[in-house]
């Protein structure tokens, strides 16, 4: 059992990893039936200010949680956070007016952002190098899954009610934490024993300041800071708005084209988590730069999947234009820890994790916001175009300036 649990932990979290993303996405595909009831959803700049408020306050706590999760027992905090999304979850079934919405919606940014810094040390903390990126790969299929199943919101939605959506979805995420209450357990001593840290002395030289104070001095994170945020405006852009996009160009109704985007986005990104995490592993222990490699090879096809995801019409193109881009964003998305462990002590990863994803939701909400604007003058096609270019200088940053030391990664 002791042999196998670091394996285990991955099939714990990856159902936690599902019920976050599935929570968050499935308002995305839920606007045509949730707008029936409350009127102000009928604008899309609205609709982007609803999903908009969770990203910002998503972002900003995520570096707090990852402060956090460095110095507390991370079972009862990831266990407390899906509590609570879960139960946040569940009173968004009981919302009458767009304002319980915008503020429920709030809450759930706070409880959620607690997660992933605290989940994916954890696994890094559980995995050595040889195992490192397939973990976390797999852990974000969960994500994957739950953008899928998220997707089904609508259609759910049309079936039932999307009162009804929201509070079976949250009682399933309440059950769950009681099962991690029993099953989650910490990893101890990890992030000591990592670092060396032997001494109060040396405890003393890791405290809040300190830590914050090697991370912005270290260029290479602030390197990373910037690869991680870039490719997360089109990365939340198919989050939020992708659905929305097929309906446009392919003009068919949300009931249809929210399963039919997320889906697609979310097996080509689990096939591309999976194959990332495989080659970057075997890949990092011949060369050190291997993950690097691995990661940019993910990014390059995000880019012209996005020009042919902005121009293009056809059923064919789009969906071959969206699995081209979760394909790649997976290999990208898998190898942010591994390589984030390539530069940051064990000690510091969770705020370093929180720093990096505050860069990466902020960079979400901006494009959020933008995207709201771009669909009300039916300019969103061309504005998911515009990314591509931006993320190619990401890519060459990234290739130009990023070079790991051997042996720094650690066990």
């Not at 714990?12 to 045509?32: C, E, G």
């Not at 852990?139 to 939605?157: D, E, P, R």
């Not at 984030?340 to 990096?356: D, E, H, I, K, N």
Request: glycine content about 10%; aromatic content about 12%; charged content about 10%.
């Amino acid at each position: 059992m002791k042999k196998n649990y670091p394996w285990i932990l991955v099939g714990l979290l990856w159902v936690v990893a599902l019920l976050n993303y599935m929570d968050r996405q499935m308002l995305s595909t839920m606007k045509p039936a949730i707008q029936l009831d409350i009127a102000e959803l009928q604008q899309a700049t609205n609709f982007g200010y609803l999903m908009a408020i969770f990203l910002w306050v998503y972002g900003w706590m995520s570096p707090v949680s990852g402060l956090i999760a460095d110095r507390i027992n991370r079972k009862w905090l990831i266990t407390g956070s899906l509590l609570v999304w879960s139960a946040v979850t569940l009173a968004m079934g009981y919302a009458q007016t767009y304002n319980q919405l915008y503020w429920m919606r709030a809450c759930m940014g706070v409880s959620e952002a607690l997660y992933i810094p605290a989940g994916l040390s954890l696994i890094a903390d559980y995995h050595s190098s040889r195992t490192r990126s397939l973990a976390i790969g797999i852990h974000m299929t969960g994500i994957y899954a739950g953008q899928a199943l998220g997707g089904f919101g609508a259609t759910i939605a049309a079936a039932f009610s999307w009162q009804q959506t929201f509070h079976v979805f949250g009682l399933i995420g309440i059950g769950y934490a009681i099962v991690l209450f029993f099953f989650l357990k910490e990893k101890e001593g990890a992030r000591e024993t990592t670092d060396q840290i032997t001494s109060p002395d040396a405890l003393q030289r890791t405290s809040l300041l300190k830590g914050l104070g090697l991370l912005f001095t270290n260029i290479s994170f602030w390197i990373i800071l910037f690869y991680f945020m870039i490719p997360s405006l089109p990365g939340w852009a198919i989050k939020n708005w992708l659905p929305t996009l097929f309906s446009e160009n392919l003009h068919i109704e949300m009931a249809k084209a929210g399963p039919l985007a997320t889906i697609t986005t979310a097996v080509s990104s689990l096939l591309g988590v999976l194959a990332g995490g495989m080659l970057s592993d075997k890949w990092v222990q011949r060369n050190i730069r291997g993950r690097i490699y691995t990661s940019a090879i993910g990014i390059g096809l995000t880019i012209p999947a996005l020009l042919l995801l902005g121009l293009g019409h056809g059923l064919a193109a789009i969906i071959g234009a969206a699995f081209c881009f979760g394909f790649g964003f997976g290999m990208f998305d898998t190898n942010n820890m591994p390589i984030l462990c390539q530069f940051v002590p064990a000690r510091s990863r969770a705020t370093a994790y929180g720093l990096l994803n505050m860069s990466g939701v902020f960079a979400g909400a901006y494009i959020t916001d933008i995207l709201g604007r771009s669909t009300d003058a039916g300019n969103l096609g061309s504005s998911f175009a515009m990314l591509g270019g931006i993320v190619a200088l990401a890519l060459i940053v990234q290739l130009s300036f990023l070079r790991p030391v051997q042996g720094q990664e650690g066990v």
